[in-house]
């Protein structure tokens, strides 16, 4: 009976420690508290502590001990339940904050008994942080983004990022400016200095502060001082001079490269030493990217006033639909995408039409809002539904500008509508999640075991027997599942069960192991707690779940996300490149506009091609040329494309897109598109074999820049080869002679699809 009592107050214990959760009660007439081994733990106290609710108070933090009461008072007034979270200083100093939920008992009529769970939440609160600062610095970058839009004078935007980003990240000093390499020299317009913005314009010599500083900041590195006075670089009495003289003792500079040129720096530096965290780095690299866009937008301002609006939102919005509505609200542009969504012509597209494809609620509601935009001439933005060619609603952001001609004479808006229906649907499914949340817990496919020192043997349930591949009934030793624990693994499990036993707390291990039954490599968490009886019998319960899925999960995302985040940086990059090409080749600006938009739209077609269907199929040639196409002139001397037609199953004409797009990225940035006279040249062919066609695809820059092999392998190219040798099992080849890049590949073109596995 006794070892029976002890396995379910185990598998109890296992239960709440799974659920990171603690019990309590409080007997009111003798006003003591007892609770489990983690409760106390919780609240930092030892084991064998027995204190009284009054000496449990003394440990709340000073500012909660009244809310507390209050609230114990009240759910015991009401007979609610207590349900509140305050914070605890532990003995050792640290704060920690808790969640507390409980009940009452009653015996005839009298309350004697609080009981109820704690659970620590600082980790959670923690994370809540995280995501406030996050939110924090996107609203400052927002900010900033509507601040320097609003802005035409670039000295008032180098003067606005300096104040901002300096008050934001509570620096001594802060200055944009442009670089001069051939005196080697940082022009400065506006610097802020606590406060202050100087606007005598100011002259430093970077060669200065450290004598390697030039160098660094033409490769595109960012230079970190933390303590000028300690840094080894700074040894030298004439730097060290030049750091007192601005009162600097730390210092961040971030360079700014285009075209493979020192073009602009964003510095800060502060009077105390400061050690500068990724998130600063992050946040001046992306303000100082702003900032030189927004300087340059507001330069050609200058001579491109009344057509700016256009291709600014064109340019910033690209998927969304576009359109421009004269005074009377009638449309007189739009983009093909709306064309596209509305299933009407493009006749038929413009004039009122907008207003027949608007949800009737939102339309009613809208017409409200419209009478003063109207009226007065103002922005506006709102969400409402449009509806598709297929009749289906979703949802849009909307947001329109009013345009005005040079002589301030009023045009009329001009605008973008934004699919958000995705978005919205997540809100939605969120304001669920923690119900949904509670609910998977409960059903979780969770196994439980038991060992005991005198048999050796662990006793599993069935599901803990199907997690690690052994029949239903099995018995096994635990030296029969260290054999089978990944050697990198085992050290850590077998630490964590030693602590376990020494202090009697719970543990909680994950490990990999092979199954059993198929020797398949599987992730298994396992939470469990050690005691001995009083006749000397170790006994181990706990809780076994398998983890695969999830640590598999976390990959894919990882590396989902990173390929997002390269693709949205290249993306941005190729429309930088076709705006400098399509200026290049412009003699007005209306052939400008035409030229860019037409180019627009071929890049958005790319992007529409290589995200359809998994199971469609995609033409090689179509690939090639959506890509390239943007970047053909008149002469249509610049890109040549040869090869047959050529049907790509979707999981082929992906990563072969990604590889096209990759390719024709680096060369509108660094190849032979980044030139004028610059030439690529892409041809294939395709050879039939026995098993499967065998694609040859070359890839032959000429007439750019000279090309010299990268010192290091960027992101975009590991991905490249990691997808292209995995996925297709092609053979690369990428070469770096002087006259332009060359890349070719080859690989058999697949039949039946393969089942995608990132992970490999």
């Given at each position: 009976?006794?070892?029976?009592?002890?396995?379910?107050?185990?598998?109890?214990?296992?239960?709440?420690?799974?659920?990171?959760?603690?019990?309590?009660?409080?007997?009111?007439?003798?006003?003591?508290?007892?609770?489990?081994?983690?409760?106390?733990?919780?609240?930092?106290?030892?084991?064998?502590?027995?204190?009284?609710?009054?000496?449990?108070?003394?440990?709340?933090?000073?500012?909660?001990?009244?809310?507390?009461?209050?609230?114990?008072?009240?759910?015991?007034?009401?007979?609610?339940?207590?349900?509140?979270?305050?914070?605890?200083?532990?003995?050792?100093?640290?704060?920690?904050?808790?969640?507390?939920?409980?009940?009452?008992?009653?015996?005839?009529?009298?309350?004697?008994?609080?009981?109820?769970?704690?659970?620590?939440?600082?980790?959670?609160?923690?994370?809540?942080?995280?995501?406030?600062?996050?939110?924090?610095?996107?609203?400052?970058?927002?900010?900033?983004?509507?601040?320097?839009?609003?802005?035409?004078?670039?000295?008032a935007i180098m003067e606005a990022t300096a104040q901002s980003l300096g008050q934001f990240l509570k620096v001594d000093c802060a200055g944009y400016g442009e670089v001069d390499e051939t005196r080697g020299i940082i022009l400065v317009e506006r610097e802020w200095s606590r406060g202050v913005i100087s606007n005598e314009g100011r002259a430093y010599r970077l060669?200065?502060?450290?004598?390697?500083?030039?160098?660094?900041?033409?490769?595109?590195?960012?230079?970190?001082?933390?303590?000028?006075?300690?840094?080894?670089?700074?040894?030298?009495?004439?730097?060290?001079?030049?750091?007192?003289?601005?009162?600097?003792?730390?210092?961040?500079?971030?360079?700014?490269?285009?075209?493979?040129?020192?073009?602009?720096?964003?510095?800060?530096?502060?009077?105390?030493?400061?050690v500068w965290s990724t998130d600063d780095l992050a946040m001046a690299e992306d303000v100082a990217e702003r900032t030189w866009t927004a300087v340059e937008k507001a330069r050609a301002e200058i001579s491109l006033r009344e057509t700016d609006a256009r291709f600014r939102l064109i340019a910033e919005s690209l998927p969304a639909l576009v359109w421009i509505l004269?005074?009377?609200?009638?449309?007189?542009?739009?983009?093909?995408?709306?064309?596209?969504?509305?299933?009407?012509?493009?006749?038929?597209?413009?004039?009122?039409?907008?207003?027949?494809?608007?949800?009737?609620?939102?339309?009613?509601?809208?017409?409200?809002?419209?009478?003063?935009?109207?009226?007065?001439?103002?922005?506006?933005?709102?969400?409402?539904?449009?509806?598709?060619?297929?009749?289906?609603?979703?949802?849009?952001?909307?947001?329109?500008?009013?345009?005005?001609?040079?002589?301030?004479?009023?045009?009329?808006?001009?605008?973008?509508?934004?699919?958000?229906?995705?978005?919205?649907?997540?809100?939605?499914?969120?304001?669920?999640?923690?119900?949904?949340?509670?609910?998977?817990?409960?059903?979780?496919?969770?196994?439980?075991?038991?060992?005991?020192?005198?048999?050796?043997?662990?006793?599993?349930?069935?599901?803990?027997?199907?997690?690690?591949?052994?029949?239903?009934?099995?018995?096994?030793?635990?030296?029969?599942?260290?054999?089978?624990?990944?050697?990198?693994?085992?050290?850590?499990?077998?630490?964590?069960?030693?602590?376990?036993?020494?202090?009697?707390?719970?543990?909680?291990?994950?490990?990999?192991?092979?199954?059993?039954?198929?020797?398949?490599?599987?992730?298994?968490?396992?939470?469990?707690?050690?005691?001995?009886?009083?006749?000397?019998?170790?006994?181990?319960?706990?809780?076994?779940?398998?983890?695969?899925?999830?640590?598999?999960?976390?990959?894919?995302?990882?590396?989902?996300?990173?390929?997002?985040?390269?693709?949205?940086?290249?993306?941005?990059?190729?429309?930088?490149?076709?705006?400098?090409?399509?200026?290049?080749?412009?003699?007005?600006?209306?052939?400008?506009?035409?030229?860019?938009?037409?180019?627009?739209?071929?890049?958005?077609?790319?992007?529409?091609?290589?995200?359809?269907?998994?199971?469609?199929?995609?033409?090689?040639?179509?690939?090639?040329?959506?890509?390239?196409?943007?970047?053909?002139?008149?002469?249509?001397?610049?890109?040549?494309?040869?090869?047959?037609?050529?049907?790509?199953?979707?999981?082929?004409?992906?990563?072969?897109?990604?590889?096209?797009?990759?390719?024709?990225?680096?060369?509108?940035?660094?190849?032979?598109?980044?030139?004028?006279?610059?030439?690529?040249?892409?041809?294939?062919?395709?050879?039939?074999?026995?098993?499967?066609?065998?694609?040859?695809?070359?890839?032959?820059?000429?007439?750019?820049?000279?090309?010299?092999?990268?010192?290091?392998?960027?992101?975009?190219?590991?991905?490249?080869?990691?997808?292209?040798?995995?996925?297709?099992?092609?053979?690369?080849?990428?070469?770096?002679?002087?006259?332009?890049?060359?890349?070719?590949?080859?690989?058999?073109?697949?039949?039946?699809?393969?089942?995608?596995?990132?992970?490999?």
């Amino acid at each position: 009976m006794e070892t029976a009592l002890h396995v379910a107050n185990g598998k109890l214990q296992a239960a709440l420690e799974m659920g990171r959760l603690s019990a309590w009660e409080r007997n009111l007439e003798t006003d003591q508290m007892t609770g489990t081994a983690t409760f106390l733990a919780t609240l930092g106290l030892p084991p064998d502590a027995e204190p009284t609710f009054e000496e449990l108070e003394r440990i709340f933090h000073p500012a909660d001990v009244e809310r507390v009461r209050q609230a114990i008072t009240f759910a015991a007034r009401t007979n609610t339940q207590l349900n509140i979270d305050h914070r605890i200083i532990k003995p050792d100093g640290r704060i920690t904050r808790i969640l507390v939920k409980g009940g009452h008992v009653y015996e005839n009529g009298k309350l004697v008994r609080h009981f109820g769970i704690v659970q620590d939440i600082t980790e959670r609160e923690k994370i809540k942080e995280e995501v406030q600062r996050a939110q924090r610095r996107q609203e400052f970058l927002l900010g900033l983004n509507d601040q320097l839009r609003s802005l035409d004078d670039p000295d008032a935007i180098m003067e606005a990022t300096a104040q901002s980003l300096g008050q934001f990240l509570k620096v001594d000093c802060a200055g944009y400016g442009e670089v001069d390499e051939t005196r080697g020299i940082i022009l400065v317009e506006r610097e802020w200095s606590r406060g202050v913005i100087s606007n005598e314009g100011r002259a430093y010599r970077l060669y200065d502060f450290l004598p390697t500083m030039m160098a660094e900041l033409r490769q595109g590195r960012p230079i970190f001082v933390e303590d000028i006075r300690k840094d080894p670089r700074a040894d030298n009495p004439n730097v060290q001079a030049a750091y007192s003289t601005i009162n600097a003792r730390s210092a961040l500079a971030v360079p700014l490269l285009k075209d493979q040129t020192l073009t602009a720096i964003l510095y800060m530096h502060s009077a105390d030493p400061r050690v500068w965290s990724t998130d600063d780095l992050a946040m001046a690299e992306d303000v100082a990217e702003r900032t030189w866009t927004a300087v340059e937008k507001a330069r050609a301002e200058i001579s491109l006033r009344e057509t700016d609006a256009r291709f600014r939102l064109i340019a910033e919005s690209l998927p969304a639909l576009v359109w421009i509505l004269n005074p009377r609200t009638e449309l007189i542009y739009t983009n093909e995408r709306w064309v596209r969504y509305s299933g009407l012509s493009p006749e038929e597209a413009l004039g009122h039409s907008w207003m027949s494809a608007i949800h009737p609620d939102d339309m009613a509601r809208m017409q409200e809002e419209l009478v003063p935009v109207v009226t007065h001439h103002t922005p506006y933005t709102t969400e409402a539904r449009y509806r598709s060619h297929e009749g289906v609603y979703r949802w849009h952001l909307i947001q329109g500008a009013p345009i005005h001609s040079p002589t301030g004479e009023f045009k009329g808006w001009v605008g973008t509508s934004v699919d958000i229906h995705d978005l919205k649907e997540t809100e939605d499914a969120l304001r669920k999640s923690d119900e949904q949340l509670r609910l998977a817990l409960q059903a979780a496919r969770m196994g439980n075991w038991s060992w005991d020192s005198v048999t050796n043997l662990i006793q599993l349930s069935d599901q803990a027997a199907g997690i690690i591949g052994v029949p239903y009934g099995t018995r096994i030793t635990p030296e029969e599942i260290r054999q089978r624990t990944h050697p990198a693994d085992l050290p850590r499990g077998m630490e964590a069960r030693k602590i376990a036993l020494e202090t009697g707390l719970p543990y909680n291990v994950q490990y990999r192991m092979r199954r059993f039954n198929d020797d398949a490599m599987i992730w298994v968490s396992s939470h469990g707690q050690r005691s001995m009886l009083e006749n000397g019998t170790i006994i181990s319960n706990g809780i076994l779940q398998n983890i695969t899925e999830s640590k598999q999960a976390e990959e894919r995302q990882q590396l989902l996300i990173r390929e997002l985040h390269h693709r949205v940086k290249n993306t941005l990059a190729t429309v930088q490149a076709i705006v400098g090409s399509t200026a290049r080749t412009a003699s007005s600006i209306d052939e400008f506009y035409q030229g860019f938009v037409g180019r627009i739209v071929s890049l958005a077609r790319t992007h529409n091609l290589l995200t359809e269907d998994l199971w469609q199929k995609a033409a090689l040639e179509d690939l090639v040329q959506t890509e390239l196409g943007p970047y053909e002139d008149e002469a249509r001397n610049r890109v040549v494309i040869e090869g047959p037609h050529v049907e790509l199953p979707s999981e082929a004409a992906v990563p072969i897109g990604m590889a096209i797009h990759e390719l024709t990225t680096n060369a509108a940035k660094h190849g032979a598109l980044s030139t004028f006279g610059g030439q690529v040249e892409v041809r294939w062919d395709v050879k039939p074999e026995e098993e499967r066609p065998i694609l040859h695809f070359s890839w032959i820059e000429k007439g750019g820049p000279r090309v010299s092999a990268p010192t290091r392998q960027g992101f975009g190219s590991r991905l490249l080869q990691r997808v292209l040798t995995t996925q297709l099992q092609a053979d690369v080849s990428m070469d770096f002679p002087e006259e332009g890049l060359r890349f070719s590949m080859t690989l058999p073109i697949p039949g039946t699809p393969p089942i995608f596995n990132p992970d490999r």
